[in-house]
């Protein structure tokens, strides 16, 4: 009887022993690939836009609109704030907004395709990435599909640091403008899935994990028909002023 209990011990000391090095095992990955991405973005991403250089292309990281709650988004203001004072300034000449449409009724470009348009941002310079479904996939897109090696990534710091090191595995350059943060528990959360975020990554990277979906070749360059159409606009609107005789 004494033997079968101090075999019950034994084994359970074994199994909490393993499920220690378990556990061990998986903070120090966690921690080893959180620290690398953020070692190997330091210096690549910038808080005011005099600081930061300039690239053809700003690549926005999609997000919901909308919180459960109803209320507007934060992390999606705050990225449309990013991305109008980047162009505004002279710093991209294109916004190439990358998310989430898996169906209908759910779609992330869009949503900041209107708001960028509602903020004087030209609808020709903007281009939708409907199959932006994860960073990975985001990223890779923006060379694969819209034929681009040379990106501003337009997201918070945690998010640009995660996109800038998948870029450069991908072989592109890339550098980042850090939207306004959010503090609070939504701050925390968000943060706290990036962790595991960046763990994926290189999980990602060890399995060359692809985007779910490429598609045909799109070249990001001025529409014309657009332009065209708006400067037409503009000069009918001139012509059709009323002529006040003095």
Known sequence: MKLKTCLKALSIKKMAYTL?????????????????????????????????????VGLVLGTSKRLKNGQINPYFTYRIDA???????????????????ATKYYNEPMDFKRALVKRGVPEAVIYLDYAGFRTLDSVVRAKEVFGQEHITVISQKFHNQRAIYLAEKNGMTAIGFNAEDVAGKNGLKVKIRG????????????????????????????????????????????????????
């Open 195 to 246: 962790y595991f975020a960046r763990t994926k990554v290189f999980l990602d990277l060890l399995f060359h994990v692809e985007p779910k979906f490429y598609g045909k070749k799109i070249i990001i360059k001025p529409k014309t028909d657009t332009l065209t159409f708006q400067t037409h606009s503009a000069q009918l609107s001139c012509w059709l002023k009323p002529t006040i005789n003095s």
């Open 20 to 56: 220690f090095l378990v556990l061990l095992a998986v903070f120090l990955f966690m921690f080893i690939s959180n620290y690398t991405i953020g070692h190997a973005a330091k210096g690549k991403t910038f808080n005011t836009i005099s600081e930061i250089g300039k690239n053809k």
């Open 83 to 101: 991305a109008v004072a980047l162009y505004q300034q002279g710093k991209i000449d294109f916004i190439l907004v990358s998310g989430d449409n």
